[in-house]
């Protein structure tokens, strides 16, 4: 089977973006390939040094993984943290990246222009570590959204560096989706993506409750409808039809496409129909996600299976790279 790695970070609960961009890619990749999925909690730190909050993100998203469809029998659901070998590949890679490269990163950018006070080297380093995070089990696919191609750009990059330097090791990984196009699922409010640190409102998140999010979906930026049969539909209004169709029947979507098409559409119809469906998808999960994130003697188990499991692999890769690098003295 071929080897799949990907992980989300333990900055809070878990949106919808989180969701369509990569856990429902997790659920059916699980039955297909060698998945290990991570939660990126050393890359936590690079933009949360404080870290009161860090142990209930963790767990958390763990439960939120779990809830969504994970099976922790089919794949290795493991803390970064707990896979040392992922921080002495990413030592290694540093070597090989340079300084010039990392500080055009577009994400390294916006970090700068987002937190001016803490522009430590991690940032900097983020996409090195991520490669480790991915080639320490010689992944070939990495399930994400659209956000992060640019990052498995650069991964490829420095697999290949690698490999061109002290021999074939690594695979060059790709970003992967079961759609044609990675996912980019927009913020409520018309903005750019749904993230966890835009404007709260603009975000649907797994845990929100079911009044919270008619409320959400209801605020959801739209105007007061086409005049004239036919128009142009703009970008905000074009998100609502792309989350309705994430969620609704396509009887649904297909009725409000009609009506937006002889401009008699009712953008509060809509919506209240979409709050409707929102609900009934994320509701479910929440309640999951709760029950699991309860039992943390459950948690713990897995995360203990998934680590042992995870630095086996990775111990391997960790052995050959030496190697290769040089490093087995006698
Ligand atoms: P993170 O934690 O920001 O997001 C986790 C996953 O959710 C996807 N995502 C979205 N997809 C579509 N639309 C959105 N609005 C949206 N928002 C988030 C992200 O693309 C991602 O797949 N650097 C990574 C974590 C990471 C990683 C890795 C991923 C660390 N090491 C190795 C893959 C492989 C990140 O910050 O994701």
Redesign the pocket.
Same mark, same amino acid.
């Given at each position: 089977k071929e080897i799949v +790695?990907? =992980?989300?970070?333990? &900055?809070g609960n878990? @949106?919808?973006?989180?969701?369509?961009?990569?856990?429902r890619n997790y659920v059916r990749m699980q039955e297909e390939f060698n998945c290990y999925f991570?939660v990126?909690d050393w @890359?936590?730190l690079t933009t949360h040094p404080d870290t009161k909050e860090l142990r209930n993100s963790v767990l958390n998203v763990v439960a939120e993984n779990m809830a969504a469809g994970l099976d922790t029998e089919k794949v290795c659901l493991y803390l970064?943290s707990a896979v040392p070998e992922i921080a002495e590949l990413y030592l290694y890679l540093n070597m090989m990246a340079y300084k010039g490269e990392l500080e055009k990163t577009p &994400?390294f950018k916006d970090k700068v222009r987002q937190q001016p006070d803490n522009v430590n080297a991690g940032l900097l380093t983020?996409?090195v570590?991520? &490669?480790a /995070?991915?080639i320490i089990h010689r *992944?070939k696919y +990495?399930?994400?959204?659209? /956000?992060?191609e640019q @990052?498995?750009e650069i *991964?490829r990059n420095f697999a290949q560096r690698f490999n061109h330097r002290y021999g074939e090791l690594f695979p060059e990984?790709v970003a992967f989706n079961y759609g044609e196009q990675? +996912?980019?699922?927009?913020?409520l409010d018309g903005g =750019?993506?749904?993230?966890?640190s835009e404007n709260q409102f603009a975000t649907l998140y797994l845990a929100d409750e079911d009044d919270l999010i008619r409320k959400k979906v209801m605020k959801a930026k739209t105007d007061s409808g086409p005049t004239e049969p036919n128009s142009q539909m703009p970008d905000y209004i074009q998100n609502i039809f792309g989350l309705m169709r994430l969620v609704s029947e396509e009887s649904t979507v297909q009725k409000f496409s009609e009506d937006f098409n002889s401009a008699s559409i009712r953008y509060g119809d809509m919506k209240k129909q979409l709050a409707e469906d929102m609900v009934k998808f994320i509701a479910p999960i929440r309640e999951k996600a709760k029950e699991i994130r309860s039992d943390e003697g459950r948690l713990k188990k897995v995360l203990q299976r998934g680590a042992e499991r995870a630095r086996e692999s990775a111990a391997q890769t960790l052995q050959q790279t030496r190697e290769l690098i040089g490093l087995n003295y006698f």
């Open positions: +790695v990907s =992980g989300i970070r333990s &900055t878990l @949106h919808l973006g989180n969701y369509f961009g990569a856990l991570f990126a @890359h936590a970064q &994400t983020y996409p570590l991520m &490669t /995070d991915i *992944a +990495v399930p994400v959204g659209k /956000d992060q @990052h498995l *991964a990984p990675l +996912v980019k699922i927009p913020s =750019g993506k749904m993230s966890k």
